[in-house]
């Protein structure tokens, strides 16, 4: 049996993503920034953190593909919007293995092209934005700031700094859990009885 599906595209995820990606990318810039001495290294091996970032990306990018639910996809949006922050935050040691000295004018570029994409989603697809985002109840606006937190914290474990990292992921586990809503589905004997 061949099902045809109609292409729906979702400017709502589309402005999760983005924002989280500007949040992931300021937040880690910020924090590496604040913490420039600490580095995380063990046997020889420095763990930068574009590597949360690509494992956050993998794992939102196969969820996304393999599940079909329209509150979940808000989920991975903001995940994988997350791991493009780290992953953005240190393009510069991927792309020149080591040579930072053009931050100050990546970050700058990466803060426009975040701010002309939202302006374009908010301009052009306003209201499927206001349904995406803004129609959403309270409860899945905790989950995903929770699950941004939790997310957020890796970057704290990428610095070696362990109970900050521990305090603002058992606040996103919290935020996670008072938003998440498990959805209800029906006995199959109840049904099949009925």
Same mark, same amino acid.
């Given at each position: 049996?061949?099902?045809?599906?109609?292409?729906?595209?979702?400017?709502?995820?589309?402005?999760?993503?983005?924002?989280?990606?500007?949040?992931? &990318?300021?937040? !880690?810039?910020? @924090?590496?920034? =604040?913490?420039?001495?600490?580095?995380?290294? /063990? %046997?020889? #091996?420095?763990?930068?953190?574009?590597?949360?970032?690509?494992?956050?990306?993998?794992?939102?990018?196969?969820?996304?593909?393999?599940?079909?639910?329209?509150?979940?996809?808000?989920?991975?949006?903001?995940?994988?919007?997350?791991?493009?922050?780290?992953?953005?935050?240190?393009?510069?040691?991927?792309?020149?293995?080591?040579?930072?000295?053009?931050?100050?004018?990546?970050?700058? &570029?990466?803060? !426009?092209?975040? @701010?002309?994409? =939202?302006?374009?989603?908010?301009?052009?697809? /306003? %209201?499927? #934005?206001?349904?995406?985002?803004?129609?959403?109840?309270?409860?899945?606006?905790?989950?995903?700031?929770?699950?941004?937190?939790?997310?957020?914290?890796?970057?704290?474990?990428?610095?070696?700094?362990?109970?900050?990292?521990?305090?603002?992921?058992?606040?996103?586990?919290?935020?996670?859990?008072?938003?998440?809503?498990?959805?209800?589905?029906?006995?199959?004997?109840?049904?099949?009885?009925?």
């Amino acid at each position: 049996m061949i099902r045809e599906s109609a292409r729906q595209i979702k400017h709502g995820l589309a402005f999760y993503g983005t924002l989280a990606f500007v949040a992931g &990318f300021f937040g !880690a810039r910020i @924090f590496a920034t =604040l913490n420039s001495s600490v580095v995380v290294e /063990r %046997s020889g #091996i420095h763990f930068h953190h574009f590597w949360y970032g690509v494992i956050m990306v993998e794992a939102a990018g196969w969820l996304g593909i393999t599940m079909n639910d329209e509150r979940l996809d808000r989920y991975f949006a903001v995940i994988f919007g997350l791991g493009t922050g780290f992953i953005g935050d240190e393009v510069g040691l991927l792309l020149t293995f080591g040579d930072y000295s053009f931050r100050l004018a990546f970050t700058f &570029f990466v803060a !426009a092209v975040a @701010f002309i994409i =939202l302006a374009t989603l908010l301009t052009r697809f /306003r %209201s499927q #934005i206001e349904k995406d985002v803004l129609r959403v109840g309270i409860r899945q606006h905790l989950s995903a700031w929770g699950l941004f937190l939790v997310g957020f914290s890796t970057i704290f474990f990428a610095f070696g700094l362990n109970t900050p990292g521990l305090a603002v992921a058992g606040l996103g586990v919290v935020l996670f859990l008072v938003g998440f809503e498990i959805r209800r589905r029906p006995n199959i004997l109840r049904t099949l009885a009925s």
